[in-house]
Structure formats: C-alpha cells, structure tokens
T-cell receptor
C-alpha cells in the first residue's frame, strides 16, 4: 500500500533550526511536495523535489533521497509565524498526491 | 504563483439543504481540479479528481450522488453538497493543477457548517 509517515508534532525555539522528516512508500514516484498550512487556512506550496539532493529556498530547504524513500524539510532562523502544520505529500505514478497527516510545528519564544 | 479562488469562504446552512462551492483558477487553465475535505486536526482527504469536460473520479467511500462535481471549463469546477447533514460540516478545499509537474495550487477553502 501507499503510505506517508511524518512526526505528529515538533517544538522548536525562535531563531533556531528544525528538521521535519518524512518517509514515503508509493506506487511509482513523481516527486515529493512540502506544504505549509496555518490553522483554518488552506495549504500553501513550499517545495518540490524529484531528484536526489537539497533544494534551498531562503530560510527553507528540502532534501530528497529516492533510494531511501526519505525527505526532510529544514527551517532555519525560525520565526513565530512559522508555527503551522507542515504537510509532506508524494506524487505516485498516476500523478496523484499521497498526503501525510502533517507535522504540527510549535515555535516558542 | 498561480491563484485559485473559492466561493464562498464560509457557509452555514440547515440540514437537508444543498450547498454549492465554486473553485476558480484565476490566471491559468487548470487541466485537473481536486476536491479535498479536512476535518479538525486531520490531514487532507481527497474526495474526487475532475478533468474539464469529463466525469469526476471519486475516491472510495465518497458518495458521488451526494457530492456532485461539475467541471465545466478549464477555470471553473463546482462541488455541490446535496441534502447536507451535520456530519458534512468540514473544511472543503479545492486545488487546481496545470503543466507537466502538476503542482497543485490550493484555493483558500470553504468552511461548511450544517446545523
């Protein structure tokens, strides 16, 4: 079956760095997405990886290892506004997104 | 980035009534639109996938006669919740995709409360 695993909740301190891990099992693979979702709002796109390696975009970076079925989202210089849920989603061979349950990130001053 | 709008943002209705939610891609032509439902503190649940001009593909467990989807053009899809009941109260989110990578752009969501 298809499955996405990510931690339910993480806590970090303002100004610090946090890494949110995601492992996936899908029928075929067409890329790994990370979305940010604030409470009561729709998800917003953060990153997309289809090749192995690290993609950096400002304070946020995303890493992918296809052989390990593993990705992580790295957030640097954390700000209070980064408190949100972070959703990992893998696209399968039918171009359908398989969603993780999301990781709730709590930022403390 | 691409912009997707949803209308209404929130709606409160009586049990037994029908509610229509519109999803529009404002600055691109969406080959595919997706409808999701999200209950509090849960992840997104895909309800159906629709392609312009063809019938929607519903996920297992989603009643197609209750959740009517119409994708009349490359910029508009509608979801109608027929004979809504309190258990249908949820956050309904649409997304649209175009292009080879088929990244999904999300609408802002519609919060439905059925009394």
């Amino acid at each position: 079956g298809q499955n996405i695993d990510q931690p339910t909740e993480m806590t970090a301190t303002e100004g610090a760095i946090v890494q949110i891990n995601c492992t996936y099992q899908t029928s075929g693979f067409n890329g790994l997405f990370w979305y940010q979702q604030h409470a009561g709002e729709a998800p917003t796109f953060l990153s997309y990886n289809v090749l192995d390696g690290l993609e950096e975009k400002g304070r946020f970076s995303s890493f992918l290892s296809r052989s390990k079925g593993y990705s992580y989202l790295l957030l640097k210089e954390l700000q209070m506004k980064d408190s949100a849920s972070y959703l990992c989603a893998a696209m399968d061979s039918n171009y359908q997104l398989i969603w993780g349950a999301g990781t709730k990130l709590i930022i403390k001053p | 980035g691409a912009v997707v709008s949803q209308h209404p943002s929130w709606v409160i209705c009586k049990s037994g009534t029908s509610v229509k939610i519109e999803c529009r891609s404002l600055d691109f032509q969406a080959t595919t639109m997706f409808w999701y439902r999200q209950f509090p503190k849960q992840s997104l649940m895909l309800m159906a996938t629709s392609n312009e001009g063809s019938k929607a593909t519903y996920e297992q467990g989603v009643e197609k006669d209750k959740f009517l989807i119409n994708h009349a053009s490359l910029t508009l899809s509608t979801l109608t919740v027929t004979s809504a009941h309190p258990e249908d109260s949820s956050f309904y989110i649409c997304s649209a995709s175009a292009g080879e990578r088929q990244e999904q752009f999300f609408g802002p969501g519609t919060r439905l409360t059925v009394l």
